[in-house]
């Protein structure tokens, strides 16, 4: 089944604790990107890759990392985790945004920082 | 800067009844536009995708529409089902940039 797979689904941590959400896609595409979305202000783009070793920042890419060393994976870092990124995280992948290929979506991480 | 604006906000209808979202973006040049459907703690579903030269886009009961002079795009929800309760998003694509131009969405609450 083609699918994009997040872990964990929820996260409760403490400021300042290292974390990692792990991303990975089975369709072999090609761009992958994460967002973060609050009440009332929708989905962000917090990083994205066109491909391997390709990756650029997206709208809100303060206090996050990534990479893309494999073409299936793509976590999400947050060196020194802060309450304001207390959010529900979404990685989702496209064989691309110019074409008429559809986004797909994880089930999304909740994370709390405290 | 890229925006996308969707209205309303939120609105609620009784099931049995259509609807019309509405998207209206500054992206320019475009490549495509997108509408999704997100249901509550999940991640979004695509509905259509729509290119610059594409007028409209039926997917079941849902048809998008987009006026490109306008900068406009709307979905329209046909006999509207319980399951319809979800969140639609607008996305824009650039033709020149790989960021995406996302709308706020529009959360629609159907009622028995």
């Known amino acids: 089944e083609a699918q994009v797979t997040q872990n964990p689904r929820y996260l409760i941590t403490v400021t300042g604790k290292k974390l990692t959400v792990t991303c990975s896609q089975n369709?072999?595409?090609?761009?992958m990107s994460w967002y973060r979305q609050d009440p009332g202000l929708g989905l962000r783009q917090i990083y994205y890759?066109?491909?391997?070793?390709?990756?650029d920042k997206g709208d809100v890419p303060e206090g996050y990392k990534v990479s893309r060393k494999e073409k299936r994976n793509f976590p999400l870092i947050l060196e020194s985790p802060s309450p304001n990124q207390t959010s529900l995280y979404f990685c989702a992948s496209t064989w691309g945004i110019t074409y008429n290929s559809p986004l797909h979506f994880g089930n999304g991480t909740r994370l709390t920082v405290t | 800067k890229n925006q996308v604006e969707q209205s309303p906000q939120s609105l609620i209808i009784l099931e049995g009844k259509n609807c019309t979202l509405q998207?209206?973006?500054?992206?320019?040049?475009?490549?495509?536009l997108r509408w999704y459907k997100q249901d509550t703690g999940r991640g979004p579903v695509s509905l259509t995708i729509?290119?610059?030269?594409?007028n409209t886009k039926s997917n079941g009961r849902y048809t998008a529409t987009l006026d490109a002079d306008t900068k406009q795009s709307s979905l329209h929800i046909t006999a509207s089902q319980l399951s319809d309760s979800a969140s639609y998003i607008c996305v824009v694509s650039p033709l020149d940039d790989y960021k995406l131009s996302f709308g706020a969405g529009t959360t629609v609450t159907v009622r028995a």
């Open positions: 890759s066109m491909n391997v070793e390709v990756t």
């Open positions: 729509m290119t610059f030269s594409e």
């Open positions: 998207c209206n973006y500054t992206v320019s040049p475009f490549s495509n």
């Open positions: 369709m072999n595409h090609e761009y």
